[in-house]
């Protein structure tokens, strides 16, 4: 993507502007989660949103899925307002989320039932069984199958309603490395067929080099966004290449991980 | 399955077979063999008892002078309890003996019965001894301990009455159980959803649930119509109060994550209390029936016995009045099979609607 795409408004899905959200911990000490906020999202795009635990990253998508409001700013996508959740801002949570009552091929098909067009649509829920590679078990329960196969049917769901942008949240966290290894291929792919727009919180690193096209660093305690990275590595991308290797390097110290002394700004 | 091969190995459909997740059989030639005269020693064990039971009914001198007379049945048949006795046994020694043959070719079913088969032969021995002390020597006190023959002397002498008394107390549980359990899911749904209801209504049916259904017998006399309507009532606030409160806690702790969920999904607020809160609350609903029908079972006999025109419990109260003990153990006897029944059909409508937990908890 050029430099100009990047100024034509039209090409921007998401418009964060100026967003800043405070939260009242156990100790009833206030936490700035995250302070003045702005961030264009381009359509179809792959942004991740990267820093260490509690820089206020799954905060920032809960507010633009909806699932909670801004003190200030506003999120604008498509030209309209956030105020509420909605199916045109897929969410895909952490784990654990599947209805667990439900067969696999019911949970994907919920995506389309909440919103009362099942009737309408029910080939997609077969072919979104298809795309994450899980013939053969539409009909098993979420704990019937691994953690992995569990995120690519939560991913299924979010998807078949065709959202603007799709928010993953940590969606690989609690996966061991080879399943998600697989989930960010079967990502990828899903990404390149469907064209959406996907915004990936996550705090590891290789992961967000993997898949992105821009990487946004964040830091804590005020969550703010510190800088933001292009990748303009092509796919498939190698993780042990020289350029993956030293984005990487680039991305820690900016994290202010690589030093094995840590600044005493950041020590807490 | 082309795209399945990109998967690793632990992920291919081969490693998780969906089959044989639901339930696995262990291979019929896995096991080792078992010996065909252990097995037909098992299954003579299993059945010997009741033989006992048989030949102590047909052999044993009857020494207490105890009248036993005959049955008309039809224009030629002519049974006592003995023969009636001797054919229930017989069915039982055939049942098994049928078990026995259908449980050999498989190695689960050919465990269970040989677990049970001390259990069953204990029951002829008791049966037979029952027999010696109740009816052959007249040891036990009578008329209150009947031998096991004299106990089948009912459904001889009565059937279509007893009959009438078991439809009587069926009808009864299945209008208390209907009203009961649809009063108590939707009062459990209201009070689970709406914070306002739960406030106002919780606490009064925290009071009113541990107070005994009977305990309401003289109001609802007074209050209803006509006796039937009256134990209706009794009865379906017996399943009320209980279904209600566990509907509640179910709805109640349903993971925020499946409200985000669904509403990251487009879901409105009746998506989010009938496909979400309530299949949730499934387990605890069944949970609130299963300890309900406990309450209800004794509530049922209590109000048949203290005022209804027919069923079980008036049954046993109208023949305890002629001391027809014999009877009031029929009833009785009635009684096990049918509300085990009950209970039966209730827990599998459970583990069909509650499938999904299969192998998630413990069963």
New interface residues.
């Given amino acids: 993507m050029s430099e100009q795409v990047l100024h034509d408004t039209d090409s921007v899905v998401l418009k964060i502007n100026a967003v800043s959200r405070t939260y009242i911990d156990d100790e009833d000490k206030t936490v700035e989660a995250l302070r003045d906020i702005s961030l264009s999202v381009r359509r179809g795009e792959f942004l991740s949103v990267i820093g260490s635990s509690g820089c206020g990253k799954t905060t920032l998508l809960r507010l633009i899925?909806?699932?909670d409001v801004p003190e200030s700013g506003e999120l604008i996508l498509n030209g309209e307002k956030i105020k509420?959740?909605?199916?045109q801002?897929?969410?895909v949570?952490q784990q654990?989320?599947l209805?667990?009552?439900?067969?696999v091929e019911k949970n994907i098909a919920?995506?389309l039932?909440?919103?009362g067009v099942y009737k309408d649509n029910k080939a997609e829920v077969a072919r979104y069984v298809?795309l994450i590679?899980l013939?053969?078990?539409e009909?098993?329960?979420p704990?019937?199958?691994?953690g992995?196969?569990a995120q690519r049917v939560a991913i299924a769901?979010?998807l078949i309603?065709n959202p603007a942008v799709l928010l993953l949240d940590e969606p690989m966290g609690a996966l061991d490395s080879?399943?998600r290894a697989?989930i960010q291929?079967k990502l990828l792919e899903l990404w390149k067929t469907n064209k959406t727009t996907m915004l990936l919180v996550t705090h590891d690193v290789d992961e967000a080099i993997y898949l992105s096209d821009r990487i946004v660093i964040m830091t804590p305690r005020p969550g703010e966004i510190k800088e933001i990275i292009e990748v303009k590595l092509p796919h498939p991308r190698h993780r042990g290449g020289t350029e993956f290797l030293s984005i990487r390097r680039d991305i820690l110290e900016k994290l202010h991980l690589a030093s094995a002394a840590p600044q005493p700004e950041y020590a807490i | 399955m082309s795209n399945v091969s990109s998967l690793p190995e632990n992920l291919k459909p081969e490693a998780i077979n969906p089959n044989s997740l639901s339930r696995d059989i262990p291979g019929r030639g896995a096991f080792p063999k078992i010996s065909y005269v252990r097995y037909a020693l098992l299954s003579l064990f299993t059945v010997l008892g009741f033989i006992a039971a048989i030949a102590v009914n047909r052999l044993f001198p009857q020494i207490a002078n105890v009248q036993i007379e005959p049955y008309q049945i039809g224009k030629s048949l002519s049974i006592d309890i003995n023969d009636l006795y001797v054919l229930a046994l017989s069915g039982v020694i055939l049942l098994y003996t049928a078990i026995a043959v259908f449980s050999f070719s498989d190695a689960d079913r050919r465990k269970k019965f040989e677990r049970r088969m001390p259990f069953r032969f204990a029951i002829g021995l008791v049966l037979g001894l029952w027999e010696v002390l109740g009816t052959k020597l007249l040891l036990l006190p009578q008329p209150f301990f009947p031998g096991p023959a004299r106990i089948l002397e009912p459904f001889l002498m009565e059937p279509g009455y007893i009959l009438q008394q078991i439809l009587y107390s069926l009808r009864l549980f299945s209008y208390g159980f209907v009203f009961g359990v649809t009063a108590g899911v939707l009062t459990g749904i209201l009070i689970g959803w709406f914070p306002k209801v739960y406030y106002w209504v919780n606490p009064v049916l925290k009071i009113s649930g541990v107070i005994p259904a009977v305990a309401w017998m003289p109001f609802a006399l007074t209050l209803f119509p006509t006796p039937f309507s009256a134990a209706i009532f009794l009865i379906t606030i017996c399943q009320w109060f209980t279904i209600a409160s566990l509907t509640a806690q179910g709805i109640q702790s349903t993971p925020k994550v499946h409200f985000e969920v669904a509403k990251t999904l487009g879901a409105k607020t009746p998506y989010l209390v009938f496909r979400v809160a309530i299949p949730h609350a499934m387990p605890q609903i069944f949970t609130g029936i299963s300890i309900a029908n406990g309450f209800t079972f004794t509530t049922l006999v209590m109000v048949e016995m203290m005022g209804q025109p027919g069923g079980l419990g008036y049954y046993i109260n109208a023949s305890k009045v002629w001391s027809a003990y014999y009877k009031v153990f029929a009833a009785i006897f009635i009684m096990a099979i049918l509300f085990s029944l009950i209970l039966r059909a209730v827990g599998f409508v459970e583990s069909r609607v509650l499938r999904w937990q299969k192998g998630l908890v413990k069963s």
């Fill in positions: 899925a909806g699932l509420d959740p909605a199916p801002r897929g969410y949570f654990g989320s209805f667990p009552w439900l067969t919920s995506g039932k909440a919103r298809e590679g013939k053969g078990f009909k098993s329960f704990h019937q199958i691994s992995g196969m769901r979010a309603n080879f399943t697989d291929d």
